[in-house]
């Protein structure tokens, strides 16, 4: 017969075996925890050490005779790198080093083996005369050229420290006449900046084709509205930027042709916006009055606060809308903790989203939607404090 007793005995049997079962479970994760970092901790081997060493030497020398080869000087060997492998767990080095080096004030790396002894490297020693003849044949072809930007390089790096130094490098000797031929060696892509360009007067058979192969080289002309405009494309991010509220058109060049892209923008109250495939009057805006901040998720833990005018907006076609909000109009305007909320109406129901914004210096905040014709939506932005809670 089952009695108190016994099922008192098997409740607390059951409990001291989930309880065990838990002790275990986590005495399980922290061993494996403790292997994880034994494993990050211990890094090379002695032996494996004493192969790098190698290694790095191995590569100066042959980083040193792969320049004197191809440019015929000495040059000095300031320090080396070796490239390693990151994976889940710690990192496995190769042979591979980058050197870096420098010749009568000039400072250029080297990217070569070590394992054995060769001079098949490769090097941005030239990188700016290769600059400069790209820009001397976008000049020749449509004259206003301010700058000019490459990202060509035949070497793959592993993803680690050297990736970013690794950048415009090539084995070819440039010499003088050859810059076409150098850069569509390897996947590339570029930029020409201008300001107030006018596109069509690029030829037909445009000569900037010859540097897009199927090595997936890519050219792009940007005309930007002013000189300002220009200032801010090249001053934000690592390649000039051109969004539509700073470029009024881009030239694109690949290896399945030609597209010119005009971007007319449309201003309403303070901000401006483009309609991606359409035109400004597509869409309409108004002022209008939002709904209670505590719409929005978030408000069990944070206070929200109205960061801004709210504007309704409808469209004849469905499309995309760029939003550039002038980010001095936006209140406590600070990295993450401001929203751009959108409230969309459709058959009746109301749907509230919102979604962190990153803090930039830059004169507007670029946010884009989708909008369908038969939608009611406005948009606006709000400040999310979290709630001081005891």
């Given at each position: 017969m089952?009695?108190?007793?016994?099922?008192?005995?098997?409740?607390?049997?059951?409990?001291?075996?989930?309880?065990?079962?838990?002790?275990?479970?986590?005495?399980?994760?922290?061993?494996?925890?403790?292997?994880?970092y034994?494993?990050?901790?211990?890094?090379?081997?002695?032996?494996?050490?004493?192969?790098n060493?190698?290694?790095?030497?191995?590569?100066?020398?042959n980083a040193?005779?792969?320049?004197?080869?191809?440019?015929?000087?000495?040059?000095?060997?300031?320090?080396?790198?070796?490239e390693?492998e990151?994976?889940?767990?710690?990192?496995?080095?190769?042979?591979?080093?980058?050197?870096?080096?420098?010749?009568?004030?000039?400072?250029?790396?080297?990217?070569?083996?070590?394992?054995?002894?060769?001079?098949?490297?490769?090097?941005?020693?030239?990188?700016?005369e290769?600059?400069?003849?790209?820009?001397?044949?976008?000049?020749?072809?449509?004259?206003?050229?301010?700058?000019i930007?490459?990202?060509?390089?035949?070497?793959?790096?592993?993803?680690?420290?050297?990736?970013?130094?690794?950048?415009?490098?090539?084995?070819?000797?440039?010499d003088?006449t050859?810059v076409?031929e150098?850069?569509?060696?390897?996947?590339?892509?570029?930029?020409?900046?201008?300001?107030?360009?006018?596109?069509?007067?690029?030829?037909?058979?445009?000569?900037?084709?010859?540097?897009?192969?199927?090595?997936?080289?890519?050219?792009?002309?940007?005309?930007?509205?002013?000189?300002?405009?220009?200032?801010?494309?090249?001053?934000?991010?690592?390649?000039?930027?051109?969004s539509?509220?700073y470029?009024?058109?881009?030239?694109?060049?690949?290896?399945?042709?030609?597209?010119?892209?005009?971007?007319?923008?449309?201003?309403?109250?303070?901000?401006?916006?483009?309609?991606?495939?359409?035109?400004p009057?597509?869409?309409?805006?108004?002022?209008?009055?939002?709904?209670?901040?505590?719409n929005?998720?978030?408000?069990?833990?944070?206070?929200?606060?109205?960061?801004?005018?709210?504007?309704?907006?409808?469209?004849?076609?469905?499309?995309?809308?760029?939003?550039?909000?002038?980010?001095?109009?936006?209140?406590?305007?600070?990295?993450?903790?401001?929203?751009?909320?959108?409230?969309?109406?459709?058959?009746?129901?109301?749907?509230?989203?919102?979604?962190?914004?990153?803090?930039?210096?830059?004169?507007?905040?670029?946010?884009?939607?989708?909008?369908s014709?038969?939608?009611?939506?406005?948009?606006?932005?709000?400040?999310?404090?979290?709630?001081n809670?005891?």
């Amino acid at each position: 017969m089952l009695t108190f007793r016994n099922m008192y005995d098997i409740i607390n049997l059951t409990i001291h075996s989930g309880v065990m079962m838990i002790k275990r479970t986590w005495l399980a994760l922290l061993s494996c925890a403790g292997l994880l970092y034994m494993l990050c901790a211990c890094g090379d081997s002695a032996e494996q050490k004493r192969l790098n060493e190698q290694h790095i030497a191995t590569a100066k020398k042959n980083a040193q005779n792969y320049i004197i080869e191809k440019y015929g000087f000495t040059p000095e060997i300031k320090d080396a790198v070796l490239e390693r492998e990151y994976l889940w767990i710690g990192s496995s080095p190769l042979t591979t080093v980058f050197v870096r080096m420098e010749h009568e004030g000039k400072s250029f790396g080297v990217y070569i083996d070590g394992g054995t002894a060769n001079t098949d490297g490769y090097d941005n020693y030239q990188a700016e005369e290769i600059q400069e003849a790209l820009r001397a044949e976008c000049e020749a072809m449509l004259p206003g050229v301010r700058h000019i930007f490459i990202d060509s390089n035949e070497v793959d790096t592993a993803y680690d420290s050297i990736e970013d130094e690794c950048i415009n490098m090539h084995h070819q000797y440039f010499d003088g006449t050859n810059v076409a031929e150098i850069l569509s060696a390897a996947p590339s892509k570029f930029r020409a900046c201008y300001v107030n360009a006018d596109f069509s007067a690029i030829p037909a058979d445009c000569p900037l084709n010859a540097y897009c192969n199927d090595n997936y080289g890519s050219f792009t002309l940007i005309s930007y509205r002013s000189e300002e405009d220009l200032q801010i494309g090249l001053k934000h991010g690592s390649e000039p930027f051109h969004s539509p509220v700073y470029a009024d058109a881009c030239y694109y060049i690949s290896s399945e042709g030609t597209q010119l892209q005009e971007y007319e923008i449309g201003k309403y109250d303070d901000f401006y916006y483009y309609i991606e495939d359409g035109k400004p009057s597509d869409v309409t805006f108004r002022k209008t009055t939002p709904d209670a901040p505590d719409n929005w998720s978030g408000s069990d833990q944070y206070e929200i606060f109205i960061a801004s005018d709210a504007y309704a907006v409808s469209t004849k076609n469905d499309c995309t809308i760029q939003i550039y909000y002038p980010t001095n109009l936006i209140r406590n305007y600070d990295g993450y903790t401001t929203n751009f909320a959108l409230c969309r109406k459709k058959d009746g129901e109301m749907k509230y989203t919102s979604s962190g914004i990153s803090d930039t210096d830059a004169p507007y905040q670029e946010e884009d939607f989708y909008l369908s014709a038969d939608e009611e939506c406005y948009f606006l932005f709000l400040d999310f404090q979290r709630k001081n809670t005891p």
